[in-house]
C-alpha cells in the first residue's frame, strides 16, 4: 500500500543566538527523521519536552520548511502543493484552543473562516456547513454565535476540531490536543476524534508526551529523542515488548494505579539532554543503562523489523539484545 504521506530523511536546523559577543550555534531540533503514513492510521509521536515533536508537526503540515529531506502526499511533493493546497488536505489542532481561536470572531466565523479563505460556497452555503459541522463535534447551534471566552477549554477545543474538518480534510496533525483540558475533558475529546475519525475516514498524526494517551488512540508509535526517532511500532507491540532503551525508560516512568507503588524510577537521571550539545556517537548513550563501549562515539543505525524500527547499536547484526522489560 502506498503511503498517504512520507517524510524522508527530515532534517531542520536552527541558528541560536548565544550572547552579543558569542557566535550563534546550530540546533538540531529534527535530525534525518523518515516516517511513512498510511491512510486510517493514528501515529503517535511521544518523547520528552525539546525533543522536537513540534517541530516535526509543523513540517508535515506544510508549516515550516524542512533544511534537508523531503514530505510527499500521495506521491506529490508537497512544496508543489502550495499552502492553500495542503490547507485542503492536512489541517491542525493545537495545544492550547484559546490561544489558537479568533477572539474578536464569533465561532461561527471562526469555523467558517477557512472556506472563505478558499473562496468556497456562498455565505448561506457556509454558515449551512458550519453548523453541520458543530453539530458533528457536539456543539449545538445555540453556540455559533458565542465568541471564545463564552466557552469552557473542552468546547473550545471542539471549536478547533471543527474548523479542521471543515474543509473534508485527509490528515489531521494533532499537537497535544489535549494537554491543557482538564482530566475529565480529557478523555470525551479524544473519543470524539476516534468518533470523527471512523464517520470522516481520516488519517491522524497525534503528538503527545502522554504515554496513556498515545496508547489509547494510536495503531502505531514513534518515538522521539534529541530530533531522532529510536523507535517505530505498531502500538500493541511497542507497549509490550519495548525495544529500544529508551523506550523502556518511558514505559518504567508511567505511573501506576496500585496502591504502595510510589512514584516510578526510569534510571534516566534528573538531566535533560541538551539539543546545543549533543554527546557523540548514540545521542542517548549517557543516559542508557544498557550502553556499550561503542555507543560513546559510533552513532547507530536504522534497524528495520517490517514496518517497525528501532535505533540502537543493540539489535545491529552481531549484537544480542538484552531482554525486553
Not at 501515529?43 to 514530505?71: D, F, H, N, Y
Not at 488536505?89 to 490561544?99: A, I, K, L, M, T
Amino acid at each position: 500500500m502506498m503511503p498517504l504521506l512520507e517524510a524522508r530523511d527530515l532534517t531542520r536546523q536552527f541558528e541560536v543566538s548565544q550572547g552579543m559577543f558569542k557566535p550563534r550555534r546550530t540546533l538540531h531540533a529534527v535530525n534525518g527523521i523518515s516516517l511513512d503514513i498510511r491512510k486510517g492510521e493514528v501515529l503517535g509521536i511521544v518523547g520528552e519536552s525539546g525533543c522536537g515533536k513540534s517541530t516535526l508537526a509543523r513540517m508535515l503540515l506544510g508549516l515550516l520548511p524542512p533544511t534537508q529531506g523531503g514530505i510527499t502526499l500521495d506521491g506529490t511533493d508537497i512544496r508543489s502543493l502550495g499552502r492553500k493546497g495542503m490547507a485542503r488536505r492536512v489541517q491542525p489542532v493545537f495545544q492550547d484552543p484559546y490561544s489558537s481561536l479568533n477572539p474578536r470572531r464569533t465561532i461561527a466565523s471562526i469555523v467558517a473562516f477557512p472556506l472563505e479563505v478558499h473562496g468556497i460556497g456562498t455565505a448561506a452555503e457556509r454558515r449551512k456547513r458550519t453548523l453541520e459541522i458543530l453539530d458533528k463535534v457536539g456543539l449545538p447551534k445555540r453556540f455559533a454565535d458565542r465568541y471564545p471566552r463564552e466557552l469552557s477549554g473542552g468546547q473550545r477545543q471542539r471549536v478547533a476540531i471543527a474548523r479542521a474538518l471543515i474543509m473534508n480534510p485527509e490528515i489531521v496533525v494533532c499537537d497535544e490536543p489535549t494537554s491543557a483540558l482538564d482530566v475529565s475533558v480529557q478523555s470525551q475529546i479524544l473519543n470524539l476524534l476516534m468518533d470523527l475519525r471512523r464517520e470522516f475516514g481520516l488519517t491522524y498524526v497525534f503528538i503527545s508526551h502522554n504515554l496513556a494517551v498515545v496508547e489509547h488512540i494510536a495503531t502505531r508509535v514513534a518515538v522521539m529523542y534529541l530530533g531522532r526517532v529510536v523507535e517505530l511500532a505498531e502500538t500493541a507491540t511497542l507497549f509490550k515488548t519495548p525495544r529500544h532503551p529508551y523506550t523502556k525508560a518511558l514505559l518504567a516512568s508511567v505511573l501506576t494505579p496500585e496502591p504502595g507503588q510510589g512514584i516510578p524510577e526510569t534510571g534516566l537521571g534528573l538531566a535533560f539532554p541538551d539539543p546545543l550539545n549533543p554527546p557523540p556517537g548514540c545521542p542517548f548513550h549517557p543516559r542508557c543503562p544498557e550502553r556499550q563501549p561503542q555507543c560513546s562515539s559510533l552513532e547507530p543505525r536504522l534497524v528495520r523489523f517490517d514496518r517497525d524500527a528501532v535505533t540502537c547499536h543493540l539489535y545491529e547484526p552481531g549484537q544480542v539484545p538484552a531482554p525486553t522489560q
